[in-house]
């Protein structure tokens, strides 16, 4: 079957199931490249911005000495 053949075929699927074949494909394509896989089931540290004092203090720097220029 070819992507023209197919390409009908998945534009007819409902909702949920595009979104189904989207996550097989990229859990395929990243499987196939070698990257590891995201699984619903485990956890993962995400960094946030909060009390993050010192980031804030040299954004605020480049952001004065950017206007500091002008």
Not at 25 to 48: F, H, K, M, N, Q
């Amino acid at each position: 079957m070819s992507l023209a053949d197919l390409l009908p075929e998945v534009h007819a699927l409902p909702h949920p199931d595009k979104l189904r074949l989207l996550q097989f494909l990229a859990d395929d394509l990243a499987r196939a490249e070698g990257l590891s896989e995201v699984r619903p089931e485990a956890t993962y540290p995400i960094w946030a911005p909060y009390d993050a004092l010192e980031a804030a203090a040299v954004m605020d720097k480049v952001l004065q000495d950017d206007g500091a220029g002008r």
